[in-house]
């Protein structure tokens, strides 16, 4: 029997009731035609997750019972991952937010380079992230995870490097030219790596990159496309390195 797995907001508690989101009730109601006492599986992000049942059912709400509470922490990376992705256009940037999100990383900040094409004013700017974490949340009802990974505001690249701190970890960005592998890497537990958009980081990218004590990471001798460049470098990290 399938068990749908739904991620609210707000805190959870053994014995109480919850409003599922809207749309996740409709989809229980009106695609999956669930009923009352079906199993489901709720989280919200702090490292548990609920075996509830169906309580309430309408056309315009569902309500779940908590029944049990479980401790999946265990589902997370060992590794800190950041991901600064280079702001790519329309579903490819969905695509990267939600592979990555699967891959595990605990951080992802999307950046303005010198050749980011997208343009995003505040207004833009706030639809987007509000739909960047829409994903992101639906990628963790997929995946199992319990925590969700926190997606920042655009930033530029500059402004961006100047406020990294010592939790960042190692400061990876991936450059075609740079002589490092995944496989030459010291040991870590915590890594931040920076991805190009469409046409890759230009030279200014990589000077302000460099200042800020990042290394160059080549992923073999092929170029690889925005989408696809770091997925690849997460995914080598977790099997070298994590817990694929």
């Known amino acids: 029997m399938r068990i749908p797995r739904i991620h609210v907001f707000g805190e959870l508690n053994v014995g109480t009731e919850v409003l599922l989101p ?107 992230l509000a739909h960047w974490q829409a994903v992101i949340a639906g990628a963790c009802e997929q995946s199992g995870r319990v925590r969700l990974p926190v997606v920042e505001s655009p930033l530029r690249i500059g402004a961006w490097a100047a406020t990294l701190d010592d939790g960042s970890g190692l400061r990876l960005a991936l450059d075609p030219r ?3 592998s995944v496989r030459s890497l010291p040991s870590f537990m915590a890594a931040t790596l920076v991805v190009g958009p469409e ?24 170029i690889l496309r925005t989408e696809t460049a770091g997925l690849a470098a997460l995914t ?4 070298i390195h994590g817990d694929l």
């Open 22 to 128: 809207a749309q996740a009730g409709e989809h229980l109601s009106r695609v999956l035609r669930l009923e009352c006492g079906h199993p489901i599986t709720l989280f919200s992000g702090d490292g548990r997750e609920f075996r509830a049942e169906i309580s309430q059912l309408s056309k315009r709400a569902v309500s779940a019972r908590l029944l049990e509470a479980i401790d999946a922490s265990n589902r997370e990376s060992p590794l800190r991952l950041t991901l600064a992705q280079g702001v790519a256009r329309g579903e490819k940037m969905d695509l990267i937010l939600q592979k990555a999100t699967e891959l595990g990383v605990s951080r992802i900040v999307p950046l303005i380079t010198e050749r980011t094409e997208v343009k995003l004013d505040a207004e833009r700017t706030e639809r987007r």
């Open 199 to 222: 046409g890759g980081l230009a030279p200014q990218d990589l000077n302000i990159l460099a200042q800020a004590g990042f290394r160059g990471l080549r992923l073999g001798p092929r």
């Open 178 to 180: 740079a002589d490092a």
């Open 236 to 239: 080598a990290l977790q099997a």
